[in-house]
């Protein structure tokens, strides 16, 4: 559905920019596009989707804010965390020499 009123829309703006109909023509179509904007139906479904869109929003900053907490770009750019300091450590990606395996290399 939202690509065909994306293409409706597409003729509909293609038609007025390259339309030679002139200028009575023109008139008439914007304000028939205005009618059809201000007309209630129109508002009502710009509404709900405009509030569907918000608590999308919501819902999907919570989450990423639950699984990257950082309070601000300074923290984020202070460097990594306790945790992975231990596993770039652990890893010996930080410089340092890798900590040894506890398996004994089995």
């Given amino acids: 559905m939202r690509y065909r009123i994306t293409f409706v829309a597409g003729l509909a703006v293609g038609y007025v920019l390259g339309a ?21 139906a129109v508002q009502e479904t710009a509404g709900l989707v405009g509030a569907q869109v918000s608590t999308a929003g919501k819902a ?30 652990r890893q010996g990606i930080d410089g340092s020499r890798p900590s040894p395996d506890p398996t004994g290399g089995r």
């Fill in 60 to 89: 999907v900053y919570s989450k990423v804010s639950e699984r990257i907490p950082v309070t601000s770009l300074k923290d984020f750019l202070a460097g990594p965390t306790p945790e992975e300091s231990e596993e770039l450590h």
């Fill in 20 to 40: 030679k109909a002139g200028k009575a023509r023109y008139e008439q179509i914007v304000r028939t596009a205005r009618r059809i904007a201000d007309s209630p």
